[in-house]
């Protein structure tokens, strides 16, 4: 089972950017997909972003000219780039892993605190 550990949350201002980073312990070029979840106080988890292993990327339409998932398979990490950040996208984000074997995402990170003031 790969073990995920997120950074780079913090606190930003409205129009502002952050980077998130999710380092995985093993080589990310053997999942499925990778993606990224966010769970804001009091509602359900729901997709960010995915990005498959052939590099295809979907975007929830909240996010979409927004957030930019990527990642460096010479570096077992995926990146979620968020720009024009919303106080609405204040949530705790999780990053995510399917493995080939399985019909969605069946590893989880611990969680980092975005919170957007406004």
């Known amino acids: 089972q790969v073990q995920l550990v997120e950074s780079g949350g913090g606190l930003v201002q409205a129009g502002g950017s952050l980077r998130l980073s999710c380092a995985a312990s093993r080589n990310i070029f053997s999942m499925k997909a990778m993606g990224w979840y966010r769970q804001a106080p009091g509602k359900q988890r729901e997709l960010v972003a995915t990005?498959?292993?052939?590099?295809?990327?979907n975007y929830a339409d909240s996010v979409k000219g927004r957030f930019t998932i990527s990642r460096d398979n010479a570096k077992n990490t995926v990146y979620l780039q968020m720009n024009s950040l919303k106080p609405e996208d204040t949530a705790v984000y999780y990053c995510?892993?399917?493995?080939?074997?399985?019909?969605?995402?069946?590893?989880w990170g611990q969680g980092t605190q975005v919170t957007v003031s406004s």
């Open positions: 990005i498959t292993e052939g590099g295809r990327s």
């Open positions: 995510a892993a399917q493995h080939w074997s399985t019909s969605g995402m069946d590893a």
